[in-house]
């Protein structure tokens, strides 16, 4: 090793031989003189005086990061047994020996080996002996010695947690703490400025700065907007030994995003919007959207929009999407066309969430100008009013108006309006409805007792549009009428004993009314006329709508009469008074004293003669014989009406009905006057209907149960239901409404005319083969009266 190394161990073992207190170990290559040491021990007293060690040494100090070829010169150890003759053997254990550091074994003298880097290990600890060579004994106890890395500036600064990603609202004061960054220096802090960090910042002036110390992060400009420029990129630099030159530095990248405040109000873009709506669009259905446009985002550009003015603020809403922030305007309530066209309406849109260090900035709302148009369509009928309730006593005539059901067209074309029933709600056809007027009348006979309730829905269709159909619900009421007399609930049957005393009760018996006087039921009793100078039984009204049967004679006895009937009348208290008889059968039984009953069969009676075996065999004999002879004249007659059967070809299958009454064109004035179908009036003003004097037709007029109030107060539509009803009832009437098609006849037809007025010949001279050409038609009535193609088979 050089010299100026020799001497700088030598300076550096002195200093530590004074810290050390005179103690034996010395820093350096170089070993301490025995005299020297002795010298300065020589000052003090011998009581005091230490016993002197051999070693001689102290702790090493060696800079890292060497990057010279040859090894690295660290320290000497030497022993006061060592004479120079080479007798004394060192040798170093421990922490890197023989790897990092090694030790001449004669000189003492220890190197380094491997380049030495303080940031990985900071010391070494390793232990020294001295043996004799020749022997192998130790001649000094083992020593502990330290070999420390003295350090260089060699370590960057690092920020460990960089990138870095911060937020700071926007418009804030200068001064507001963003982030704080911290590097880290792997140096050591102790020695030097090697790890003295200075902060200092690259990019993002003049928006922020950093604290050179603290590495904090401060806004540095007023009033940043985020709409105008939201994130910023900032570099920040740490560099060691204190930011002087030539010391090492590291940046790192703080990504800062300005977070959003409510500073900017809601503006419209449009100061006027223009929508139109159908008047059929029902009740919340969305008209249009409105949009208050607000630069913030988030909480801070949400809106409320409210209909602050016009008149359509009862005609239509408003409600905000809270997703896009954008005004619904939907209908409130049904629209007309025909009673208003159009609506104007004044929508404001305002944040409801704000700061007060901003208000100076607002106002936070805006208005805006809404035009509404009606646009007309096709309505179905509207009906006035929208339900009807009608009560009807249950004794009204058929074909009776019972209400008048109106309904309009609500559009400016006013159509015409056809009326109906709805069949589904009036499966009995109780009811018709007129088709023009709109007139409700009944149809069939009503019957409080079958129904009392009849819910109609009566329909109004547009003649120009069928497609466009109103309905209205119609609610009737049958109301009672005193048309049901009392009867008993039961059968009644009573019994009588035959040692029954006058006045003695046996039965009680009630009476009920389908009817339902407003004022309740009350029924009347008493014995039927028939019965009412009865001598074996009266009838005592109980005044609570029950009667009691008492007997009014005793001595009843079995072998005379054993049963009773007696008739009795029950009468109501409506208007008119309706009554019934009911019979009350009473049987005559034998009793006991107390009254129970033994036995109410009457004693059979006996034939005082017997009759003989043969006797009755000649009876039963006399019965067969009649018997026979009946069959037999039944059989006879049987076989004198069956007709001639006809053969199967000559077989109709149609259905031919015979009439007695022949028409005789213009001059028949004997037959049905049409004109009654048109007015029932003139039908009913004849003191007699007209009767045809030839004959006595087999089906009799209908005409004659139409009843007097519907001739008198309806019309034809009165006196055709009634004659519907009554052809319904009647299974032997012919249909009234049925419908007959036949070919047509006349000029332009195939057939020619028909009629025998204009022939001048006779049947017999008539030809029918033209029948043929007449088509499948007239195929039965060609094989009928056709002449023959060929000679009839035989068989």
């Keep these: 090793m050089s010299n100026a190394k020799n001497w700088l161990g030598l300076g550096m073992s002195l200093y530590f031989w004074g810290l050390m207190d005179l103690t034996t170990t010395v820093l350096s290559g170089t070993p301490t003189p025995q005299g020297e040491l002795e010298a300065l021990l020589s000052d003090k007293p011998q009581s005091h005086q230490r ?48 790897i990092v550091f090694t030790i001449d074994d004669t000189t003492g003298d220890i190197h380094a080996i491997q380049r030495l880097d303080r940031e990985e290990r900071a010391q070494y600890t390793l232990r020294a002996q001295a043996l004799d060579r020749r022997t192998g004994r130790p001649m000094e106890p083992e020593s502990e010695f330290i070999i420390k890395i003295q350090d260089i500036n060699d370590n960057e600064p690092k920020f460990l947690d960089g990138p870095y990603v911060a937020t700071v609202p926007e418009m804030s004061p200068v001064g507001t703490s963003v982030i704080q960054v911290t590097a880290t220096d792997a140096d050591d802090p102790t020695y030097g400025n090697s790890a003295r960090v200075v902060y200092s910042i690259l990019q993002g002036q003049p928006y922020f700065s950093v604290d050179s110390k603290t590495g904090v992060i401060r806004t540095a400009l007023m009033n940043m907007d985020r709409e105008a420029k939201e994130y910023y990129e900032v570099i920040i630099q740490a560099k060691d030994m204190g930011g002087q030159l030539g010391g090492l530095a590291g940046t790192t990248t703080v990504n800062i995003t300005l977070s959003d405040v409510n500073d900017n109000p809601p503006r419209f873009p449009q100061k006027h919007y223009q929508m139109s709506v159908l008047e059929s669009a029902p009740i919340s259905s969305t008209v249009g959207r409105v949009f208050a446009k607000d630069l913030d985002e988030g909480i801070n550009a949400e809106m409320k929009y409210t209909i602050v003015d016009g008149d359509g603020a009862d005609a239509f809403d408003i409600s905000t999407d809270p997703n896009f922030q954008v005004g619904i305007i939907t209908v409130k309530k049904p629209l007309s066309f025909e009673s208003k066209k159009s609506y104007t309406l004044k929508v404001e849109g305002a944040n409801p969430h704000l700061e007060m260090r901003f208000l100076n900035l607002g106002p936070f709302q805006d208005t805006t100008t809404v035009h509404i148009s009606v646009e007309d369509v096709d309505e179905p009928p509207v009906f006035e009013p929208g339900f009807y309730f009608v009560e009807v006593p249950e004794d009204v005539a058929i074909g009776t108006t019972i209400q008048i059901i109106s309904a309009k067209d609500p559009d400016v074309t006013n159509n015409s309006i056809r009326y109906s029933i709805d069949r589904s709600s009036d499966s009995g056809r109780f009811f018709y409805v007129d088709i023009t007027t709109g007139a409700l009348m009944t149809a069939r006979p009503l019957d409080r007792e079958e129904f009392s309730w009849h819910n109609i829905t009566v329909l109004a269709m547009e003649m120009n549009n069928p497609s466009q159909v109103g309905s ?65 039984f009266t009838i005592r009204d109980n005044q609570d709508n029950t009667a009691r049967i008492l007997t009014r004679r005793s001595g009843f006895r079995q072998q005379e009469q054993s049963v009773f009937y007696l008739p009795i009348l029950i009468a109501d208290s409506g208007q008119p008074v309706l009554s019934s008889t009911g019979t009350l059968t009473i049987q005559v039984c034998s009793c006991d004293d107390n009254g129970h009953v033994m036995s109410c069969s009457p004693e059979a009676y006996m034939l005082p003669v017997s009759l003989s075996r043969g006797a009755l065999i000649a009876i039963l004999a006399c019965i067969f014989v009649l018997l026979v002879l009946v069959l037999l004249i039944l059989s006879m007659r049987r076989h004198r009406k069956q007709p001639y059967i006809i053969d199967d070809e000559e077989n109709i299958h149609e259905n031919i009905v015979r009439y007695d009454d022949e028409g005789g064109g213009e001059e028949d004035t004997e037959a049905f006057d049409i004109a009654a179908m048109w007015n029932p009036r003139e039908a009913q003003a004849g003191t007699a209907p007209k009767t045809r004097q030839d004959m006595l037709p087999e089906i009799e007029s209908l005409s004659r149960y139409v009843p007097q109030t519907c001739a008198v107060n309806s019309t034809v539509h009165s006196y055709v239901l009634a004659k519907l009803y009554e052809a319904d009832m009647d299974l032997w009437a012919p249909p009234f409404d049925s419908l007959q098609t036949y070919m047509f006849e006349g000029e332009g037809s195939v057939a020619g005319s028909l009629s025998s007025l204009q022939s001048a010949t006779s049947d017999s001279e008539q030809n029918f083969d033209f029948l043929t050409d007449w088509g499948p038609r007239f195929r039965k009535l060609a094989e009928l009266y056709g002449a023959s193609e060929g000679p009839a088979p035989l068989w």
Excluded at 60 to 85: A, C, I, Q
Aim: aromatic residues 12%; negative net charge.
């Design 51 to 98: 016993s002197k060690r051999s070693w001689v040494w102290n702790q090493f100090f060696v800079l890292e990061e060497y990057t010279g070829t040859d090894p690295l010169y660290v320290g000497k150890l030497h022993s006061d047994m060592d004479r120079g003759d080479g007798s004394i053997k060192y040798i170093l254990s421990g922490e890197g020996a023989g």
């Design 472 to 536: 209205v619900p119609v609610t009737i009421k049958v109301l009672d009428v005193n048309d049901n007399a009392p009867e008993f609930p039961r059968f009644y049957e009573a019994f009588v004993c035959e040692n029954a005393k006058a006045g003695q009760l046996i039965q009680t018996v009630s009476a009920v009314d389908q009817d339902d006087p407003r004022n309740g039921q009350h029924f009347y009793y008493s014995l039927a006329p028939e019965a009412a100078n009865n001598p074996n």
